[in-house]
């Protein structure tokens, strides 16, 4: 007569009348619902996560970049202090070959000055010698010596001005 299937339909009525008299959809309702609320409530902590995350990776990246700039800079500043360096270097250098040059040449005068003072006294001495013989072989007695003297004197002088 009926089928098994209408029993089963007749049967999940009546189960489902029991259940709505007991209250037990308000239950499961109740269950969902706080199901839902939960989801809800992970989905928002999700999203804020993500939010956070997402600023801290901005933070990061911010903060890397200006790392980076500021490692440029300090690498611009040696490159510019050595630079500064090397100049000062060689303008010290330049300026101590100057001054040894100076000086080489400062010797070198000294040594021509000293050289020409000598020859000038060996000039001297026998220009003395030479007119001492002469007039002693020409000149003879007290005014010869005399005037020996005077001249040989003067000359000495003369010669060594």
């Not at 993500?50 to 500043?77: C, H, M, T």
């Not at 040449?105 to 006294?121: H, L, M, S, T, Y």
């Not at 001495?125 to 007290?142: F, H, M, N, P, Y």
Request: proline fraction near 1%.
């Amino acid at each position: 007569m009926l089928e098994p299937e209408f029993w089963v339909a007749v049967a999940f009525v009546i189960f489902c009348g029991i259940v709505w008299k007991a209250g037990g959809f308000d239950q499961i309702i109740n269950g969902l619902d706080r199901r839902g609320e939960r989801v809800r409530r992970e989905l928002e902590e999700a999203r804020r996560l993500r939010e956070e995350a997402a600023a801290l990776l901005a933070d990061y990246q911010k903060r890397r970049g200006e790392a980076e700039r500021e490692a440029e800079a300090i690498v611009a500043n040696a490159r510019a202090e050595a630079e500064r360096a090397a100049a000062e270097g060689h303008a010290r250098l330049n300026d101590f070959v100057a001054r040894r040059t100076k000086a080489a040449e400062a010797k070198i005068a000294q040594a021509e000055a000293q050289a020409a003072a000598e020859v000038r006294a060996a000039a001297a001495e026998a220009a003395v010698r030479v007119s001492e013989t002469i007039l002693r072989e020409k000149v003879t007695g007290d005014a010869a010596q005399d005037l020996i003297r005077r001249s040989l004197g003067d000359i000495r002088t003369r010669l060594r001005a």
